[in-house]
C-alpha cells in the first residue's frame, strides 16, 4: 500500500475531505483548537479521489494522531496506515504516538486497543470546554451514547535507548 504525503499541491484535495467527513477543518482538543488546514498526514487515493486519511502533529517527542478515516473498511487501511503514522514517529525520534477518542467511539477504542494502543489518561467532561468553544457540538454521539469525556491512548515506540 503507498501513501502519498500531504503538501502544498494536495492540500485542497486533502481539506475537501476532512470538510466532508468532518464538517469543518477545525477540531478542539484537550480544549484546544487544532487547525486541521494545516497539519502533517498521509493519505491513500484512488482515481484522483482520497480513500483513507491519516493526520498528525509532532511535538515534544510525541506524535499525535490528529484524525483517521478509512472509507474502505475492513480491508487494512486503517491499520497500514497507523503503522506509517507509527514509523514517522521513529523517523523524528518520537518516544510515543498518542490520540485522543471520545467516549462515545467505542469503535475507535477497540480499534487502536487491537494495535498496540493503551488507555493513558482520562479528560473527564472535556466536552463542556469543547463546546465552549463550537458549539455545535451534539450532546449525544455514537451509539446513543453521552458525549462527554476525551480518552487519550498512547503506544510507547521501542526506540532502542538502554537504561
Ligand atoms: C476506525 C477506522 C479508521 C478503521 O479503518 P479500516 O480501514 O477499516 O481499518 P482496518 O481494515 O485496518 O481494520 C478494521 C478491521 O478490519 C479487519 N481487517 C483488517 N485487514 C483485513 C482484511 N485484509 N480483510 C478483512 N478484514 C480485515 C481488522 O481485523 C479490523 O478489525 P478489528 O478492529 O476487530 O481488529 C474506520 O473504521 C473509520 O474511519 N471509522 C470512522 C472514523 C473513526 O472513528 N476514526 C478513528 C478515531 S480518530
Known sequence: M????????NRPLVNQFLE???FTTTMIVRGEEIDMTKVDGFY?????????????TVYDGVLEIISLDSLRENQGIGTALVEAAVREAGKQGCSKVVLITTNDN??????????????????????????????????????????????????????????
Open 20 to 22: 466532508r467527513h468532518w
Open 106 to 163: 467505542v469503535d475507535a477504542m477497540r480499534f487502536y486497543q487491537k494495535r498496540g494502543f493503551d488507555m493513558a489518561r482520562l479528560f473527564r467532561n472535556a466536552l463542556d470546554r469543547s463546546r465552549q468553544l463550537k458549539p455545535e457540538i451534539p450532546l449525544i454521539g455514537e451509539h446513543g451514547i453521552a458525549l462527554r469525556h476525551e480518552i487519550e491512548f498512547e503506544r510507547v515506540l521501542d526506540t532502542g535507548k538502554r537504561n
Open 2 to 9: 503507498t501513501f502519498e504525503r500531504i503538501t502544498s499541491l
Open 44 to 56: 491513500l487515493a484512488e482515481d484522483g479521489a482520497i480513500l483513507a486519511l491519516l493526520t498528525y
